[in-house]
């Protein structure tokens, strides 16, 4: 049956609707998951929306896979390793006590909730998601390390918390549940996982040794994640941590394997893939908010709220009661952290405590809950679960998100320039690499003896202007003088930019000719940093 004027009216609605989030974003310098999850909130009470009725396994199988694998792809693996033992507190110590913490609340506090029940949406709630956290860091500035333990809890608590989603469906899916059966499946869970993610990373790597068409190289990359999540899931091993680990792997090999169009082609892909899969969550929890909340009739409004604020309560709060003691702790018992990590100021836990934004892979494990048990029975408090999921997602991403501009200021966080640093010698690093391969090739025949001399004094400029960053006495004239260069050539690539497209206008030159010449002078402005 095919789609009626009404439908077509209604999926245009929503289309808009989207593009209308994606372009407010940056004029209310909000993140946009912060307008996705208050448009999905509206969307579930626009008059006319239809009801959808999604197979579970569907979106836990079609939508995470891509989530994880692009997040984790970008992930430091050096950073990660530097940071583990912070990171291990944060992203497995405070997931399970979240889940401990949320499930005793709410078996507490709100009725018809069993504790298998509150298990899972202990486990629900858990994980973090960075995008919003980041997306705000990143333009207030904090110190590098904040925001690398921030994208890394993120990364691992999804599968630290994703695994005990699956224990205590499981648990309420068959209803039993044994500590030592679950303790010996997590271990080969977790073994099982990462091992299939590795020997899947291996093959791509070989594969990708093979290849050297950015469009072929771009759509297996967009299909590495489904590679590692099925094979997982179907020797019933962990499949998010398959997913997470070939990530990481690629992740580390692909500046190898890689071309740069490819790698630009590949960032503007994932970035664009990311804001359409939060987009779809948020779009198709809003579309069935309506009919969930139907289901909850017997509830009074006030009673649902009140659910919804305890377990935002409980999520929020266990974060920050948890984030000191796991801080400074460490550091009092054992001498040797503290002489090889020293005490932070208080100002980084509580920015740590306060960033415990939920997002995509909550939603995703909240909509991908079983329709009923093994008995065939409904799945117990389902939509309820789903409902309250959502409100945590909304109370940490408005209250939290919305706030955390205003706590930074407070806090006095500043961006402390190791990422510059880093940068600046990386830089220097290149052009010290450059100028020896010249002098390599200097006797070569096509190398004429002027354009070697030109190619010196660029890449002396360079490294002169990036050494200067080091230099306390610098006056700063040779960076003007760089970025009186880059606004000269901006403004000339802007002229050539307007020239090709009159050619185009007059018809002296087709599409082709205009977007090939284009993509150049783009690739030339993107390399300036004025």
Request: net charge neutral; aromatic share 8%; charged share 20%.
């Amino acid at each position: 049956m095919g789609f009626s004027a009404y439908d077509s009216l209604v999926l245009l609605a929503i289309l808009v609707a989207g593009a209308g989030l994606l372009a407010l974003a940056p004029l209310l310098r909000v993140p946009y998951p912060v307008l996705l999850v208050l448009g999905g909130l509206a969307l579930g009470f626009v008059p006319g929306m239809p009801q959808v009725a999604l197979q579970p396994d569907v979106v836990l199988v079609a939508i995470l896979p891509p989530l994880l694998y692009s997040s984790a792809f970008f992930t430091s693996l050096r950073d990660l390793r530097r940071n583990i033992r912070p990171l291990s507190l944060l992203a497995v110590g405070l997931v399970f006590v979240t889940m401990l913490m949320v499930a005793a609340v709410c078996h507490a506090a709100i009725s018809g909730l069993s504790w298998p029940v509150c298990f899972v949406l202990g486990a629900l709630v858990a994980p973090t998601d960075a995008v919003a956290a980041n997306a705000i860091a990143s333009r207030l500035g904090i110190p590098r390390r904040l925001a690398t333990l921030i994208e890394g809890e993120s990364l691992i608590n999804d599968a630290t918390a994703l695994v005990a989603y699956r224990f205590a469906v499981a648990a309420v899916v068959t209803g039993g549940f044994s500590l030592w059966h679950a303790s010996w499946r997590f271990v080969v869970d977790v073994a099982g996982g990462v091992a299939i993610g590795i020997a899947v990373g291996f093959v791509l790597r070989q594969i990708w040794c093979l290849k050297n068409q950015s469009t072929t190289e771009i759509a297996i990359a967009l299909l590495s994640g489904y590679f590692a999540y099925l094979p997982a899931q179907a020797a019933g091993v962990s499949a998010v941590l398959a997913a997470v680990t070939v990530s990481v792997y690629v992740g580390w090999y692909t500046p190898e394997l890689t071309n740069p169009q490819t790698r630009l082609q590949g960032d503007a892909v994932w970035s664009i893939l990311t804001f359409l899969l939060n987009a779809l969550l948020f779009g198709l929890v809003g579309l069935q908010l309506r009919q969930i909340l139907d289901s909850l009739s017997g509830r009074s409004t006030g009673t649902l709220i009140a659910d919804a604020a305890i377990v935002s309560a409980a999520v929020i709060g266990t974060r920050l009661i948890w984030i000191y003691p796991a801080t400074y702790l460490p550091r009092f018992l054992f001498r040797r952290i503290r002489e090889r990590d020293p005490y932070p100021p208080w100002q980084y836990p509580t920015l740590i405590g306060w960033t415990g934004l939920r997002g995509a892979v909550t939603l995703a494990a909240a909509l991908a809950l079983p329709l009923t048990t093994s008995s065939g029975a409904p799945f117990p408090q389902r939509d309820l679960l789903i409902y309250l999921a959502f409100c945590v997602i909304l109370a940490t991403l408005v209250l939290q998100g919305l706030s955390l501009p205003l706590l930074i200021r407070l806090l006095h966080l500043e961006d402390d320039g190791s990422a510059r640093k880093e940068e600046t010698k990386a830089r220097i690093f290149a052009a010290d690499a450059a100028v020896a391969r010249l002098d390599e090739l200097v006797g070569e025949d096509w190398v004429r003896e002027d354009t070697a001399e030109r190619m010196r004094g660029l890449y002396r400029f360079r490294r002169n202007r990036f050494s200067a960053r080091f230099d306390e006495e610098d006056d700063g004239a040779i960076e003007r003088q760089s970025q009186d260069y880059q606004r000269l050539r901006r403004e000339l690539l802007d002229a050539e930019r307007r020239a090709v497209v009159e050619l185009r206008r007059m018809g002296r030159i087709n599409d082709d000719v205009m977007n090939l010449v284009q993509r150049d002078l783009d690739l030339e402005d993107a390399r300036l940093d004025v």
